[in-house]
């Protein structure tokens, strides 16, 4: 019972670097989600993607491109990374647009 | 555009001593509230979804209710292993995207 795997879990980058956040999950969803968490700001969504095939921006989507490379996979890269991209970064997967979301355990991403 | 307060920020009890967290919120058309825990470096944990105001849901010691204009989650007696930030979001009309509140972080103390 894997659920939502995100992987790394701990990442430090240097200003500029590039990176690839993976995430999976194995329960047949067909929504996913990238959040980041920052202390005081809660959870922002970055890209969902409704369905295999679609994408779209969240609340904080610059800086950040995703694919959604099947019904199981929906990877986050930073193209150039930023300090005022150090968060936490949660995955999260539903069955459909109604339902709850399950989540990741979190990568936890330093930018300096 | 869908707005979610949680409060208090922060709440310390003690153990057995029962309370309510409250999350008000504002969408047009609301089509699901939900309640998660989430434990330290750990990522949320879905607790309870409510859809419709009367909606009333348990889970051991914690109780979520449903008003037209808020949530909310009763603790009765609770334990230290409750202690946790309890986090709401709500999905609204033909979105798929949840809004979140800022979570209310709950300690019990033994």
């Known amino acids: 019972n894997a659920g939502v795997t995100q992987t790394p879990k701990f990442q430090v980058l240097k200003t500029g670097q590039s990176m690839t956040l993976q995430c999976a999950q194995d329960m047949n969803h067909n929504s996913m989600y990238w959040y980041r968490q920052d202390p005081g700001m809660g959870l922002r969504l970055i890209y969902y993607?409704?369905?295999?095939?679609?994408?779209d921006k969240g609340e904080v989507p610059n800086g950040y491109n995703v694919s959604r490379l099947n019904k199981r996979e929906f990877s986050l890269r930073l193209e150039s990374a930023a300090p005022s991209q150090t968060s936490v970064y949660f995955c999260a997967s539903s069955s459909t647009g109604d339902t709850e979301a399950f989540f990741g355990q979190g990568t936890r991403l330093t930018v300096v | 555009e869908d707005q979610v307060t949680q409060s208090p920020e922060a709440l310390r009890l003690q153990e057995g001593e029962s309370s309510s967290l409250n999350c008000s919120y504002t969408v047009s058309g609301l089509r699901g509230l939900f309640w998660y825990r989430q434990d330290p470096g750990k990522g949320p944990e879905f607790l309870f979804t409510l859809y419709s105001a009367g909606e009333e849901k348990e889970k051991e010691r914690l109780k979520a209710t449903l008003t037209k204009k808020e949530s909310f989650l009763h603790i009765t007696a609770p334990k230290p292993e409750d202690s946790a930030t309890y986090l709401c979001?709500?999905?609204?009309?033909?979105?798929?995207?949840?809004?979140f509140g800022r979570g209310t972080s709950l300690i019990v103390h033994p």
């Open positions: 993607s409704a369905s295999e095939g679609t994408t």
């Open positions: 979001a709500v999905k609204s009309g033909g979105s798929y995207i949840p809004t």
